[in-house]
């Protein structure tokens, strides 16, 4: 099926943010594959007049002699554009909302008949971007043209429908400003799962940590000369002093991470939101300025660190002393975890403990027990938090000693209802809901004939519920059988082992005697002859020759 014909693109210009208390302004469709587009004013109903004019350039002139929509409408809407049969297209679940909310307010059916895709969930960006990732700027990357300042919701469909195109079936991640296209062979930095929200959902179910945190020093300072800038220098000063004073080693894990990195594609890079003030870090603790502009905002860092630095030498010794026992301590160092696709940076660490830093007490370890849990890898884990809260008149540092164990992944009561109502919606009995999220965010499902795991949009697998590996052997299997006996279920799940292991190994490997991932394999390599027998899925995930690695072939 043609891409063009399996969606529309919808977009709507609002008098504000909220969906139930702002008017719906306009309303466009557009539909890709015959160019039809609807686009027509609302009336302003719930407010005097317009304000966002300077955004989407109406007027409330333009709204005079505008009618409400009405049930008629609708209906020849989702029949000329069926609006009941694709994906609505949207660049947020901005235009949902207004729309199931206009029609909640006029009494209107036909939104329970439409199935919506947020395809910005598609692009894993930070939490605290600044506004750069929109729709224009990502078109301007993508060399799309016609982007207008003042926006117009037909013009903004066809942008939005091109962007669509240049990324579907692709993941886009953005870092400091610059855009990749993912790669399942990147190990994700484990930072990324609190400042990029989406990368959870991209790397699959991570474990459930629990953690129990407890405070085991304060540390107060109550010097006039400390002071805070209004900037997040003071983070960056506190962290450096420590490590000054600590004389820690830094560990080069350059090579690794930029190895990794290239394993991404580079798009480009978006306009920054934000005026970088770049300074270099000295050995004694103090900053240099690299424009001459930012000299007085040297110098008045400057005046923090030496002022600082005398104040924490008793935390500096308690580190020392108490927590690292007077090893040497290191700093970034690099934790891998394979399995898990994920990498972790130790601010500073020993053979026996970890300790984080984060320079503000008001972050909930919650938002980052991940990364304290990956850092730790078996280690003693501590904690170290700057309270601010009381300045002028006292800076806090907080030292904590955390726990981890790992409990079942939770699922609240309305999410495991509509999993379950998901799950009935396939109108296939061997395929099985691993990851529901909601109907905007990719499901993820399992095929029980062959094993085959995919991703892939709610709207697609209702509407074509096949396995995207083995239905059309199944259906060859249908035409002389009722059903799929226990035989075939089983070649098929050999097959598509088969065909993963000649994936994951460039056909380096071939196998036999597979019965279950969990089982035996016997292993031969097609490039020096070397033969061995290991479980299926350790295989998989170190799916090369141990003898063409030793000797580097």
């Known amino acids: 099926m043609e891409l063009e014909s399996e969606y529309v693109v919808l977009d709507v210009e609002t008098n504000g943010l909220s969906s139930s208390k702002d008017d719906l302004l306009s309303i466009s469709i557009y539909k890709p594959d015959d160019g039809k587009i609807y686009d027509r004013f609302l009336p302003l109903e719930l407010a005097n007049k317009v304000l966002t004019t300077h955004i989407n350039g109406i007027k409330k002139s333009d709204l005079n002699g505008a009618v409400p929509l ?15 049969k694709r994906v609505i297209l949207t660049f947020s679940s901005f235009d949902e909302k207004f729309i199931k909310n206009y029609f909640k ?30 729709k224009d700027n990502l078109c301007k990357l993508f060399e799309i043209k016609n982007v207008q300042d003042i926006h117009t919701g037909a013009n903004d469909c066809i942008l939005e429908w091109e962007l669509f195109k240049k990324i579907n ?56 000369k ?20 600590l004389d820690v080693k830094k560990i080069d894990s350059v090579p690794f991470l930029y ?30 300025a690299i424009r001459k ?100 008149d006292c800076l806090s540092f907080i030292i904590s000693k955390v726990t981890f164990s790992i409990g079942k992944v939770p699922k609240s009561r309305s999410l495991e209802k509509r999993w379950e109502q998901f799950q009935r919606k396939i109108k296939n009995e ?18 029980e004939l062959c094993g085959n795991e995919w991703e892939t949009s709610c ?32 070649r098929l799940k050999e097959i598509k082992y088969y065909s993963k292991l000649i994936e994951v190994s460039d056909g380096t490997l071939k196998a036999n005697n597979y019965t279950g991932c969990k089982d035996s394999v016997n292993v031969e390599c097609v490039v020096c002859g070397h033969k061995w027998t290991t479980r299926a899925d350790h295989l998989i995930s170190r799916a090369y020759c141990p003898v063409c690695k030793k000797r580097k072939i």
């Open 293 to 392: 502009q930012d000299k007085q905002m040297e110098k008045e860092l400057n005046n923090f660190a030496q002022a600082l630095k005398k104040e924490i030498q008793p935390m500096i010794q308690f580190i020392a002393k108490e927590i690292f026992h007077e090893q040497n301590i290191f700093s970034q160092e690099l934790v891998v975890h394979p399995q898990n696709k994920i990498l972790a940076l130790c601010d500073l660490s020993t053979s026996d403990a970890v300790m984080e830093v984060k320079t503000n007490y008001t972050m909930n370890i919650y938002n980052f027990k991940e990364q304290l849990y990956y850092e730790s890898n078996g280690r003693k884990c501590y904690l170290l938090q700057t309270d601010w809260s009381l300045m002028p």
């Open 70 to 84: 009405n049930q008629k409408e609708v209906n020849d809407l989702i029949q000329t554009f069926e609006l009941d």
């Open 169 to 224: 079936e692709k993941k886009l991640f953005i870092t400091n400003d610059k855009v990749f296209e993912m790669n399942r062979d990147y190990i994700v930095p484990v930072s990324y799962l609190n400042s990029h929200p989406n990368f959870k959902f991209y790397i699959g179910e991570v474990p459930n940590i629990l953690f129990e945190q407890e405070i085991v020093k304060r540390f107060e300072i109550h010097s006039k």
């Open 430 to 447: 061997n395929i099985t809901v691993l990851r529901y999220v909601n109907s905007n965010t990719k499901v993820k499902l399992r095929c």
């Open 226 to 245: 400390v002071k805070k800038m209004p900037t997040n220098f003071n983070g960056m000063i506190v962290e450096h002093l420590i490590n000054t004073l």
């Open 259 to 288: 190895a990794n990195k290239s394993k991404l594609k580079y798009i480009g890079v978006l306009p920054s939101a934000y005026d970088i003030v770049p300074m270099s870090f000295n050995k004694d603790g103090t900053v240099a």
């Open 105 to 134: 307010r006029k009494h209107l059916y036909g939104f329970e008949k439409m199935s919506f895709y947020n395809f910005k969930k598609d692009i894993i960006s930070p939490r605290f971007s600044g506004g750069n990732v929109t």
């Open 459 to 490: 709207s697609t697998i209702v509407r074509n519920p096949a396995c995207t590996f083995c239905s059309p052997i199944v259906k060859h299997i249908a035409k002389t059988a009722d059903k799929v006996s226990e035989e075939e279920k089983k």
